[in-house]
């Protein structure tokens, strides 16, 4: 071998072992698998009824995805007669019809604005105003005028094709939503989330003025949720997305004349000609006449935690038994619901809106050995074969915030309301809250234990398994700061213990468990991001699970505002991560013993998990990659690129994560 080829060779193996030196050990045997789209399903926020191609009347609906889309369904059949992609945008809650015949879309995540006509399709007009990204509501006004509401400004505005946008500006300093929009008369109505508060504005002039509350009604905790004006009469829901009271306020009286409760939303129907309206309240379509103040139940059941209509209107649609004019609507999983005021008739259908693809944001190994996902917004439950990684089961269910396995079941967070449910992998699935069925079934699995609702929470963040016991930490609601710390006993059914405020004004995003004490990690942040902050750093904490009471609290990563991911490696070394940053704690000596970082991110996202078939930690950074660390050394490498949030590890050594809707599996080489 010549001199060159030696220095060459030399050179070469010099930089092999450097790379091998610089990867934690089994990072070089492994190989990324791309494991597909695990949850996938409908989701329909905003609607209406109105004309769509051709004149004929449609169901509209605006499906969330990646980008949205804007839906015509015909009311008769359920077929899908147009579909819209609605570009730079997740979803909507903003669908109306203006009296020129055009539909526009007010969207969430960049707050755009969309109008659709039947000679040229869907337009996308932009931001209408650049400050705001979300645009919560639209109402149709004169001609081709529409008025919406944003968040975070808070504010009120209007686009007219001829004369572009006008900006009615803020509608309240306290509040940062407007909700809810309606308009009927030269005058717009919009309600706020808590404290509640309802508006009335003058479309020409500008005017603000404020309607009076109902009688006995304490704004705190509630939002007008709903505001809908039809035949003289303002109805607005106040509370939340589940059921609530309907109040209605006479127009020309200038005063509130009933209250329908429970009723859910999302909208009342237009009215039909002696001025009564169509809603559903009490998990029935009703009809509600405001001059007798009558409600006549229909026999049509809309059953299930989200029973909201997502559009509802008057459609003819040409059937027997449906003659003339029938209520129509959609609900929030592409259904399609009739009844006709003549006949009695009633009926579901199933329409052919596409599913969407569902970002990933729980991930666990179950008590079978099976892998299973949660989903953001739809929701969605799916579980995997360990081996080959394939989609075994896939039900519909709640936005889920974290999962565990703990004493035989799966236990899964959901939101809103911060609450907590247990899967027994043994039994049927029966979930009569998401998968509704007329017919009586087994008992309920996954089973309703708890929420911490009446703390105000709204994200159950971390689950652990905590000896006997289940550990939960939560993140409150809007214009709460403070999460709870509850410990659940699956013995007795009962919580054992429940603790707002552990670390104040801190939300609880990460625990885990070792030797009888429970190790939380922190945010400054709530569960809302319009709640700012009062604590400048997350802190971590230790827990006594017998004693009930709190042992230390460090500040483990100065100036970082989450501790988003704990856990333990085979030595007993607590590990968590913080923005850019890996550290490690001696439990026993109350301090971080070793720092790691990877960047000087600020991020609340983040993940780490100990492999212990191959003794190294794996997490995902920021949303930008999936990276190992050999907790002996060190020493870390990057093993994809990719806006990970979401990752765990399998007992197998199998590691899954997900890029938004899509998991991936980081397997060794040797054949399964």
């Known amino acids: 071998m010549t001199l060159i080829k030696k220095m060459l060779a030399a050179a070469l ?37 109105a004309p769509g191609p051709g004149g004929e009347t449609v169901l509209w609906g605006a499906s969330s995805g990646s980008p949205a889309h804007l839906n015509a369904v015909d009311p008769a059949t359920g077929a899908e007669v147009a579909r819209y992609d609605l570009p730079g945008a997740e979803g909507s809650w903003a669908v109306d ?47 081709a005028t529409v008025y919406g509401g944003t968040y975070p400004g808070g504010r009120l505005f209007a686009y007219d094709p001829e004369t572009g946008v006008r900006d009615y500006g803020r509608l309240s300093p306290t ?21 509640a508060a309802v508006f009335e504005i003058d479309a020409a002039s500008g005017a603000v003025r404020q309607l009076p509350l109902p009688d006995g009604l304490d704004p705190e905790g509630k939002w007008a949720y709903d505001v809908n004006v039809a035949a003289g009469h303002l109805y607005v829901r106040f509370g939340s997305a589940n059921p609530g009271p309907l109040h209605v306020w006479d127009i020309a009286a200038g005063r509130w004349t009933d209250t329908l409760d429970p009723a859910h939303g999302l909208d009342v129907s237009p009215p039909d000609a002696d001025g009564a309206v169509y809603l559903v309240k009490d998990a029935e379509l009703v009809r509600y006449d405001p001059r007798t103040k009558e409600t006549t139940g229909t026999g049509l059941p809309i059953t299930g935690r989200v029973a909201n209509t997502r559009g509802i209107g008057w459609a003819e649609l040409g059937l027997p038994d449906y003659p003339g004019k029938s209520v129509v609507g959609l609900l929030w999983r592409g259904l399609m619901f009739r009844y006709n005021p003549q006949t009695g008739a009633t009926s ?80 049927p699935w029966n979930s009569p809250e998401y998968s509704p069925s ?15 609702s009446a703390d ?42 429940s603790q707002r405020n552990v670390i104040n004004d801190q939300s609880i995003v990460s625990l885990a468990y070792r030797d009888g004490v429970l190790y939380g990690g922190t945010s400054i942040y709530s569960g809302q991001s ?32 989450a501790v988003p991911a704990l856990t333990f490696d085979e030595r007993g070394t607590l590990w968590g991560i913080a923005g850019g940053e890996v550290f490690a704690v001696n439990p026993a000596a109350r301090k971080v013993v070793k720092r790691v970082t990877l960047s000087d991110s600020g991020s609340t996202s983040g993940q780490l998990s100990f492999n212990r078939r191959d003794r190294t930690l794996y997490g995902a950074h920021a949303g930008q990659y999936v990276f190992s660390l050999d907790p002996r050394t060190g020493r870390h490498a990057v093993v994809k690129q990719g806006p990970v949030h979401q990752l765990a590890v399998h007992e197998s050594g199998d590691v899954y994560f997900a890029e938004g809707p899509r998991l991936f599996r980081l397997t060794r080489q040797q054949a399964r």
Request: aromatic letters at 10%; proline letters at 8%.
């Open 456 to 497: 105000k929470q709204i994200r159950p963040r971390a689950l652990a398994s905590a000896g006997r016991y289940l550990a939960a930490g939560t993140m409150p609601d809007l214009g709460h700061l403070g999460g709870v710390l509850a410990i659940w006993d699956p013995e007795t059914g009962r919580l054992k213990h």
């Open 97 to 143: 019809a203006a009296q020129d015949g055009s539909v526009y879309v007010g969207t969430y995540g960049d707050g755009r604005l969309y109008r659709w006509t039947d000679q040229g399709g869907v337009q996308d007009l932009g931001r209408p105003l650049p400050s705001e990204n979300f645009i919560w509501s639209v109402a149709a006004g004169e001609g």
């Open 175 to 195: 509040h940062s939503y407007v909700r809810s929009v309606s308009y009927a008369d030269g005058k717009i109505y919009a309600g706020t989330e808590a404290p």
């Open 348 to 427: 579901f259908a199933e329409t052919e809106v596409k599913g969407e693809p569902i970002d990933v944001t729980a991930l666990s190994q179950g008590p079978d050995d099976r892998m299973y996902a949660g989903g953001f917004l739809n929701g969605g439950f799916a579980a995997l074969h360990p081996e080959t990684g394939k989609r075994t089961e896939f039900h519909t269910f709640s936005q889920s915030e974290d999962m565990t396995a703990h004493d035989g079941r799966l236990y899964v967070g959901a939101y809103p309301d911060a609450r907590v449910y247990a899967y027994d992998p043994k039994l």
């Open 13 to 49: 193996a010099a930089v092999l072992v450097a790379l091998t030196a610089a990867a934690p050990a089994g990072a070089a045997e492994r190989r990324v698998e791309d494991l597909g789209v695990p949850l996938e399903d409908v989701l329909l926020i905003g609607g209406v009824v």
């Open 438 to 452: 007329p017919e009586p079934g087994p008992a309920e699995n996954p089973a309703r234990l708890f929420d911490l």
């Open 530 to 561: 319009a709640t700012p902050p009062t604590q400048p750093e997350a802190k971590l904490f230790a827990w006594s699970v017998k004693d009930d009471r709190l042992l230390w609290e460090i500040v483990p990563a100065p100036g970082k505002p």
